[in-house]
């Protein structure tokens, strides 16, 4: 949770909300983009048994988390419900359930308020979420042309960002798996916990990426994304580790993993992180930009952030990684973006936003 700092305040006051997929958070911002609170809270123990997101069960833990969630926000922002000047929540992507809980209670808050209402679209928030700064700093102004890195458990996206955001083009996606999805899978397989992503990362550096070598997946000529295949060579690789009579299962998460186990995990990463980077590079080598701004979930990752700023520093790009507390889902994200729709003088109607499980960009 962050708190909130003692200094003036600027208007608007704005109440995020967002509950796309199995985090419930509820954020604060002011008009400076200051972060006065932001609170997620994790759903992660109710849906532990069944190895993954149950849609029904997410629901019910939205609307049951919400009150908590809510009230918690405001304390630690130092606001009353009734100063909030406008109120902004996800409409998409993500489970169709699951959003309705957070934008049916936006839309009834700026109704009964009488503010300006915004139906924010996920991954648009994850996109501008590098810009955000933290402990109730002012958020810097959003760079007018930059390249975005999405990469989080249900997308990996290239986008070319113009105007400062006036116009979005998608230049690249995943084909198959997203990148944090794939860390989850291979996080099952040895034993961990969904999501067992960050977890992975934290083991791989235990290990040395060149005594497991594995293949950066290309798509050919385009800046497409591809992770299933490797996904596929390290749950076999996994599989050869077990019937050689290594230990290719953790007890618990904990437990410190083999030597060859490790060097696994750290090729798996390697090519991963590797894949983004051939991307990233080969962008950049086409049509060069100034600014990357690198975002979401999986954006967390210890070698993908080490490799870009490499990267970055050597071509001259200005990196803009997402701060650690922004990586994953949260609402500060979903204020900070109706924040800038909001300067363009946008808004949506409270009474006709609708909720769209799948939504391009
Ligand atoms: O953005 P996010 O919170 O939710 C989605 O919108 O998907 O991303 C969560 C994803 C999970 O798949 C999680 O395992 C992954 O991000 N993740 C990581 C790391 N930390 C979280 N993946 C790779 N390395 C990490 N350090
Ligand atoms: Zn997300």
Not at 161 to 170: A, C, F, P, S, Y
Not at 242 to 251: K, S, T, Y
Not at 261 to 290: C, I, N, T, W
Request: aromatic residues 4%.
């Amino acid at each position: 949770m962050v708190a909130a700092p003692a200094v003036s305040l600027e208007k608007p006051l704005i109440l995020g909300i967002e509950t796309s997929c199995d985090d419930t958070a509820c954020a604060v911002l002011d008009g400076a983009g200051r972060v006065l609170a932001s609170v997620v809270s994790s759903q992660v123990e109710p849906h532990r048994p069944f190895g993954g997101v149950v849609p029904e069960i997410a629901s019910r833990e939205h609307l049951r988390n919400w009150p908590a969630v809510s009230a918690e926000t405001l304390t630690a922002a130092g606001i009353e419900l009734g100063e909030v000047d406008a109120v902004a929540a996800t409409r998409g992507p993500g489970l169709v359930g699951s959003l309705l809980v957070g934008l049916s209670l936006g839309k009834a808050i700026a109704y009964a308020l009488e503010v300006p209402f915004h139906a924010i679209h996920h991954m648009e928030a994850h996109l501008f979420s590098p810009f955000l700064r933290g402990q109730g700093l002012v958020a810097d102004p959003v760079a007018e042309d930059f390249v975005g890195l999405v990469v989080s458990g249900g997308h990996s996206l290239l986008l070319r960002v113009e105007g400062g955001g006036d116009r979005i083009d998608t230049l690249a996606q995943t084909r198959d798996d997203a990148m944090g999805e794939v860390f989850d899978k291979i996080g099952k397989r040895i034993g961990l916990a969904f999501p067992g992503g960050a977890r992975v990362d934290e083991l791989a550096e235990l290990g040395e990426a060149k005594a497991h070598p594995m293949p950066i997946a290309k798509c050919g000529d385009s800046l497409d994304f591809s992770f299933s295949g490797l996904k596929s060579r390290a749950l076999r690789d996994l599989d050869r580790l077990q019937e050689e009579g290594v230990r290719a299962r953790l007890q618990e998460p904990s437990e410190p993993p083999s030597g060859p186990l490790a060097d696994l995990l750290a090729g798996f990463r390697a090519a991963a992180v590797d894949q983004l980077l051939d991307r990233v590079a080969r962008l950049h080598k086409a049509s060069p930009f100034a600014v990357l701004a690198v975002s979401g979930g999986a954006a967390a990752n210890r070698l993908l952030r080490r490799s870009l700023e490499s990267w970055a520093a050597e071509e001259a790009v200005e990196l803009r990684l997402v701060d650690m507390q922004f990586c994953g889902d949260n609402a500060a994200m979903i204020a900070h973006t109706a924040l800038l729709r909001q300067r363009r003088g946008l808004s949506d109607d409270p009474r006709s936003a609708e909720a769209a499980g799948r939504l391009p960009i």
